[in-house]
Structures are given as C-alpha cells and as structure tokens.
C-alpha cells in the first residue's frame, strides 16, 4: 500500500476511535438507552472518508477479487476493525443469555497470498463458552471488505470443524465472498460467502438508512443486510450496520435479536 494510503487510513481509524469513545461518555451521562446524535454520526462519516454514503441507484457488480490490490487496515465506514476493539453481543435464549464477544486482535493470516485482518468470536450461554471461532478478512483499496474464511471450534480445546461453518478461500471450491462494498447500492444481491456448493450464503443490500435501538444506544442511518443460505427457502437474517462501529444488530429467520451492548478498546 502507498504511504499516503496507509496514513489516510491510520488518521480515519484514530478519529474513529475517539468518536466511539466520545458517543460512549454521552451515554453514560443519560438515563435507560442512550441515543447517537446526528452530531456523532456525521462525525464518524467524516471520520471514514467523509461525506455521506451515496444514495446510488440500481444494482452494482461485485468485484472480481484476482488483480485486486489490499490496504494494510480495514477502514470500511460500516465495517471497521481496528485491533483492540472489543464488542460485545447479547441475545435472550428461552430463560438464559447468550453473549458474544468479538475481538478484532492484532494478528494477521495468509489466505490466497494475501495478509487477512483475524478477528476472533466467543459464545456464552449464561458464561459458560459454547464456542470459538475467527473470521478473516481484507479490504481492497477500493474499499471493500473481503470475506476470507472462517474457523469454528465448540467448547475450548475442541478441533477446528470440518464441515458447517468453517471454510478459507481457495480450498474445496470456497472463494472470497463481499462482507461490505465501500459504497453500498440498495438492491444489490451478491454472495457473501462462496462456500463450497449447497453451502454459499447470499446477501442483499436492503435499506441504506435503516434506524435501529439496541443497548449500545440508538444508532442510524445503518445499512441493513439480508442474508440467506443460497439453497435454502427459508426465512432470512437480518444484519445492520452502523457507522464508525460495524454490525449493531442481528435478526435470524426465528426473530431472534443479537443486539450490540458496548464497545471498548484495549
């Protein structure tokens, strides 16, 4: 990556991280549900490359990934991972809890020849772990972050699955999938994760503007995502994302909400 990429990207992430930080102590100072003001929300659109996210209409390609070139972070507006970030998911299961944790850490792993973001995942129900996985990701510099793979484990200690979730781009006819367009079009249907046949998952951009109340505060405008298993009619997930933070909420096909509580930096 240029020099000029690279410190663009390094001056993005760090405005990010004292917006989120600054929307944090505005709620602290609030009764119940704190709300992100348009204020904070334009900053992190600033933050992020500046400006507002285009309205754009119609349907946009996806990106062919061979002759792509990769920036060293991944800065997405709506999906960013900067190491040390830690946030934390809630979801009711009958009369328990279920978190989820999700650390973007500082490591990096090769898929395809090139050097993947790690981004690990925890699962508790009511604190006991339930599950491991990490995820790894690149964005091009475009912009667009790209699904790598995944490895998922059950409880601690437990092998690295060989079928259901796990899978890496370039093995058993998996291929990177979209995890986020720099530039979202509403209407636009892609695969998220090229999984080997019968497994790949679809997504498609629903709303660039969607509002959403979760733990963490009310957050908007998100884009909200819907995903579904390519040989499956079943109902859809629902994901959306906010500004400056990335995923906020989740919807499964059952009605299930994962909502996002905090976010720290270690």
Same mark, same amino acid.
């Given at each position: 990556?240029?020099?000029?990429?690279?410190?663009?990207?390094?001056?993005?992430?760090?405005?990010?991280?004292?917006?989120?930080?600054?929307?944090?102590?505005?709620?602290?100072?609030?009764?119940?549900?704190?709300?992100?003001?348009?204020?904070?929300?334009?900053?992190?659109?600033?933050?992020?490359?500046?400006?507002?996210?285009?309205?754009?209409?119609?349907?946009?390609?996806?990106?062919?990934?061979?002759?792509?070139?990769?920036?060293? #972070?991944? @800065?997405?507006?709506?999906?960013?991972?900067?190491?040390?970030?830690?946030?934390?998911?809630?979801?009711?299961?009958?009369?328990?809890?279920?978190?989820?944790?999700?650390?973007?850490?500082?490591?990096?792993?090769?898929?395809?020849?090139? @050097?993947?973001?790690?981004?690990? &995942?925890?699962?508790?129900? #009511?604190?006991?772990?339930?599950?491991?996985?990490?995820?790894?990701?690149?964005? #091009?510099?475009?912009?667009?972050?790209?699904? =790598?793979?995944?490895?998922?484990?059950?409880?601690?200690?437990?092998?690295?699955?060989?079928?259901?979730?796990?899978?890496?781009?370039?093995?058993?006819?998996?291929?990177?999938?979209?995890? =986020?367009?720099?530039?979202?079009?509403?209407?636009?249907?892609?695969? @998220?994760?090229?999984?080997?046949?019968?497994?790949?998952?679809?997504?498609?951009?629903?709303?660039?503007?969607?509002?959403?109340?979760?733990?963490?505060?009310?957050?908007?405008?998100?884009? &909200?995502?819907?995903?579904?298993?390519?040989?499956?009619?079943?109902?859809?997930?629902? @994901?959306?994302?906010?500004?400056?933070?990335?995923?906020?909420?989740?919807? #499964?096909?059952?009605?299930?909400?994962?909502?996002?509580?905090?976010?720290?930096?270690?």
């Amino acid at each position: 990556m240029h020099k000029t990429h690279a410190s663009a990207a390094a001056h993005s992430i760090a405005r990010v991280r004292a917006v989120v930080r600054a929307s944090a102590r505005t709620r602290r100072t609030r009764n119940g549900l704190g709300t992100i003001s348009c204020l904070v929300s334009a900053m992190v659109l600033s933050a992020c490359g500046g400006g507002s996210v285009p309205r754009l209409a119609g349907v946009q390609s996806t990106p062919e990934f061979e002759g792509q070139t990769f920036a060293g #972070d991944v @800065s997405n507006l709506h999906y960013p991972l900067i190491p040390g970030t830690e946030l934390t998911y809630a979801r009711a299961e009958g009369t328990s809890v279920e978190t989820t944790t999700v650390r973007v850490t500082a490591r990096k792993r090769e898929v395809l020849g090139v @050097s993947c973001a790690v981004v690990t &995942e925890t699962v508790r129900l #009511d604190g006991v772990v339930i599950e491991e996985s990490e995820r790894w990701h690149v964005q #091009d510099t475009q912009g667009n972050v790209w699904n =790598m793979g995944v490895m998922e484990r059950g409880p601690p200690g437990g092998s690295p699955q060989a079928e259901g979730e796990s899978w890496e781009a370039g093995r058993a006819g998996a291929r990177p999938g979209i995890a =986020m367009f720099a530039y979202p079009v509403r209407g636009t249907t892609y695969p @998220s994760e090229p999984r080997p046949a019968g497994e790949a998952e679809i997504a498609t951009v629903s709303s660039l503007g969607a509002t959403v109340l979760v733990p963490f505060g009310g957050v908007g405008p998100c884009i &909200e995502i819907t995903e579904r298993l390519e040989l499956e009619s079943g109902g859809a997930e629902r @994901s959306y994302f906010a500004p400056g933070v990335g995923l906020v909420l989740e919807i #499964d096909a059952e009605g299930r909400r994962l909502e996002l509580v905090r976010v720290k930096f270690n």
